[in-house]
């Protein structure tokens, strides 16, 4: 099991821009793929984006494509996520997790271990 901590999210105008962090344990981090997802209210948790262990695949929902970046310091043990030209619907609770190597290029990656707190990003029209 790998523990999460989400960070950065907050009150952002349409247009805007936000990073987030994920901060995670253990030593095989550099490892691991991972992930970021994205729950609104009322709505199921879905896929945004993930990395290879290298930095060197990404891939991204068709909804963030052009807008978000993700990206990783291993060194750091953390996951980014860069979203500039946020709009209205990007208003979520944002999560990262571990995933499936295998599933990078799909949309179907899922999360590996439990989730963290997640944090909040609110886009304002």
């Known amino acids: 099991q790998v523990h999460l901590v989400e960070s950065g999210g907050g009150l952002v105008q349409a247009g805007g821009s936000l990073r987030l962090s994920c901060a995670a344990s253990?030593?095989?981090?550099?490892?691991?793929?991972m992930g970021w997802f994205r729950q609104a209210p009322g709505k199921e948790r879905e896929f945004v984006a993930t990395?290879?262990?290298?930095?060197?695949?990404?891939y991204y929902a068709d909804s963030v494509k052009g807008r978000f970046t993700i990206s990783r310091d291993n060194a750091k043990n953390t996951v980014y996520l860069q979203m500039n030209a946020l709009k209205p619907e990007d208003t979520a609770v944002y999560y990262c997790?571990?995933?499936?190597?295998?599933?990078?290029?799909?949309?179907?990656?899922?999360?590996?271990?439990?989730w963290g707190q997640g944090t909040l990003v609110t886009v304002s029209s």
């Open positions: 997790n571990r995933v499936n190597p295998l599933l990078i290029p799909t949309t179907r990656a899922k999360g590996l271990d439990a």
């Open positions: 253990g030593r095989a981090f550099s490892s691991y793929a």
């Open positions: 990395i290879n262990w290298s930095g060197s695949s990404t």
